[in-house]
C-alpha cells in the first residue's frame, strides 16, 4: 500500500479516546469520540468555556454499563453565570420497541436553566446509561454547552430526571 493510500485510510478513522479514569477535557481533545469503558466511578470535566473557542466539540459513548456512575461536568459550576447546558437528549429504555402496546418510553430530556452536570449511571431509577448511550458537547457560546444524543435505560418507567442536574 502505498504511504498516500495509508495515510488517507489512517485520517479517516475516527480519533478516539477510551477512559478508564478520570480526565480533565483539555482543547486539544476536541473532535475526539470518547469511548466510556468502567464499571468504577468516572467524571470527565469538559473544559470551561472561556478559554475553549466555539465549536470545541466531544462525543461520549458508553460501552461498559456502570452501576457507579459516569459524569460529565462542565468547568464552571458558578449558579446563573458558570457554564450551562442547553439542548436535550432523547431518552428511552432498551426494551423491544414499537411492539404496539402502549408501554414503549422515548421522550425529550432537557436540562433545567442552571444545569452543569449530567451524569450515566445504568441502574440509578430515571437515570440511563446503557450501553450505546450517545452524548455530544459542543461549546456555542461564552457560557454554554449544546447537548445532545441518546440515552438509553433499562428503567422501563423511568423518565430521565437524574440525567441533567446542577452541581450547586
Known amino acids: 500500500m502505498s504511504k498516500v493510500a495509508r495515510a488517507a485510510r489512517e485520517g479517516a478513522r475516527k480519533n478516539i479516546l477510551e477512559l478508564t479514569a478520570d480526565k480533565t477535557l483539555e482543547f486539544t481533545d476536541t473532535g475526539k469520540t470518547i469511548l466510556l469503558n468502567s464499571t468504577s466511578a468516572l467524571a470527565v470535566t469538559l473544559p470551561d468555556v472561556?478559554?475553549?473557542p466555539v465549536g470545541t466539540f466531544?462525543?461520549?459513548v458508553v460501552i461498559t454499563a456502570n452501576d457507579n456512575?459516569?459524569?460529565?461536568t462542565t468547568a464552571d459550576?458558578?449558579?446563573?453565570?458558570?457554564?450551562?447546558?442547553?439542548g436535550g437528549v432523547t431518552y428511552g429504555d432498551n426494551a423491544a420497541?414499537?411492539?404496539g402496546d402502549g408501554t414503549d418510553n422515548i421522550s425529550l430530556i432537557v436540562p433545567g436553566s442552571d444545569d452543569n452536570k449530567i451524569t450515566l449511571d445504568a441502574n440509578l431509577a430515571d437515570g440511563g446509561g446503557q450501553p450505546g448511550t450517545r452524548i455530544e458537547c459542543l461549546r456555542v457560546s461564552a457560557t454554554q454547552w449544546l447537548v445532545s444524543g441518546v440515552v438509553i435505560t433499562s428503567d422501563a418507567d423511568g423518565t430521565?430526571?437524574?440525567i441533567f442536574t446542577d452541581v450547586d
Open 160 to 162: 430521565g430526571a437524574e
Open 97 to 99: 420497541a414499537g411492539d
Open 69 to 72: 456512575a459516569y459524569t460529565i
Open 50 to 52: 472561556a478559554t475553549a
Open 77 to 86: 459550576t458558578t449558579d446563573s453565570t458558570g457554564d450551562m447546558f442547553i
Open 58 to 60: 466531544y462525543r461520549f
